[in-house]
Nanobody, 114 residues
Framework: VQLQASGGGLVQPGGSLRLSCAAS????????MGWYRQAPGQQRELVAA???????NYADSVKGRFTIFRDNAKNTVYLHMNSLKPEDTAVYYC?????????WGQGTLVTVSS
């Protein structure tokens, strides 16, 4: 299983970014997918997740600003982030859950700063 995350970068407060995570080597459409983030000195935390059926859940801190969605034809999960805040600065990781095992991508850095 391989996960390739992309789309991070530097953005001003209030701006938007879209992260992508392309999966290979798995039955992507049947698996639970998540986006996590880890800020410097902080623990990794769940940002958003989506089931195989498309049901999504979000951390309270991003509700109404972030949207997770998946394209099973492309084996890709996305995280669209709006109204970004400096506290959203972190390395963002995608995770694919297969059974009880989670597989992680390499992370993409999002920096929100003026």
């Amino acid at each position: 299983v391989q996960l390739q995350a992309s789309g991070g970068g530097l953005v001003q407060p209030g701006g938007s970014l879209r992260l992508s995570c392309a999966a290979s080597g798995s039955s992507f459409s049947t698996n639970y997918m998540g986006w996590y983030r880890q800020a410097p000195g902080q623990q990794r935390e769940l940002v958003a997740a989506i089931t195989s059926g498309g049901y999504a859940n979000y951390a309270d801190s991003v509700k109404g600003r972030f949207t997770i969605f998946r394209d099973n034809a492309k084996n890709t999960v996305y995280l669209h982030m709006n109204s970004l805040k400096p506290e959203d600065t972190a390395v963002y990781y995608c995770m694919e859950q297969i059974g009880l095992q989670g597989y992680w991508g390499q992370g993409t850095l999002v920096t929100v700063s003026s």
